[in-house]
């Protein structure tokens, strides 16, 4: 089980209410995409799972974590079980492409042959052999949202969330970065994509989710084109 929600709320302090009895199921192994305008709730969701915030009312399990119970000493080893790209890249600058991707293994203490043996082989999963030693300043955004997808992967997570990863690249880069993602899906990592490009959506199908007001309102299979 990736991630379970039951009849789950969330009310912040100012009374607002951003997710609503919200039931969700995504197994493990499968591929989904999050839609909705800004302020659905979307947002809301994606900190639920990495526990930044907690639910009001209801279950969260999250990778065999109940995120209602946990304690606070088990939130940083749920975290080490996810992967999280973002739509800013949020890469070091002072760091190159192998350092940014190794500064993720570093920080739980891998050897250092694994970690030579690790960065080679993300950087070659998402076609960047030739930009090993550049720093991010001299990559393009496609080149920088590659990066912070090996970054996402270092560890080997069970589930990989995608927070708006197509938001900040060029339009026609935005097929290549999912189409990576397609294939980390492929290789059994749990992928959650939030995105408000129905485009995209249209272009690849499968599982669909919609929120609206913070209410799940569309969750249906869509063949791509």
């Given at each position: 089980?990736?991630?379970e929600l ?5 009310t ?6 951003a997710?609503?009895k ?19 709730g ?6 639920l799972l ?10 969260v ?20 079980s ?10 070091i600058?002072?760091?190159d ?7 993720v293994?570093r920080?739980?203490d891998k ?9 080679p ?10 930009r090993m ?9 496609g080149?920088q ?11 080997d997570p ?18 290549e970065?999912?189409?990576l ?6 290789c059994?990592t749990?992928?959650i994509m939030?995105t408000?490009?129905?485009d ?5 199908g ?5 929120i ?14």
């Amino acid at each position: 089980m990736s991630v379970e929600l039951k009849n789950v709320s969330v009310t912040y302090p100012n009374g607002y209410e951003a997710l609503h009895k919200v039931n969700l199921f995504v197994p493990d192994g499968e591929f989904a995409f999050i839609v909705g305008a800004s302020g659905a709730g979307k947002s809301t969701l994606i900190k639920l799972l990495l526990r930044e915030i907690s639910a009001t009312t209801g279950a969260v399990n999250v990778n065999d974590f109940d995120l209602v119970k946990i304690r606070k000493s088990k939130v940083p080893k749920l975290r080490r079980s996810i992967g999280t790209v973002f739509q800013d890249f949020r890469l070091i600058p002072t760091m190159d492409v192998f350092d940014n991707i190794a500064f993720v293994l570093r920080c739980i203490d891998k050897p250092r042959s694994y970690i030579n043996s690790r960065v080679p082989y993300l950087v070659n999963l998402v076609n960047l052999n030739h930009r090993m030693h550049s720093m991010p300043n001299e990559l393009s955004g496609g080149e920088q949202q590659r990066v912070a997808l090996a970054r996402a992967l270092a560890n080997d997570p069970k589930l990989l969330i995608a927070d708006e990863p197509t938001g900040n690249i060029d339009p026609e880069l935005s097929y290549e970065i999912i189409d990576l993602l397609k294939g980390v899906n492929d290789c059994g990592t749990t992928v959650i994509m939030v995105t408000h490009e129905h485009d995209l959506v249209q272009h690849f199908g499968g599982r669909v989710i919609s929120i609206s007001e913070g209410q799940i309102v569309f969750d249906e299979q869509m063949s791509g084109r």
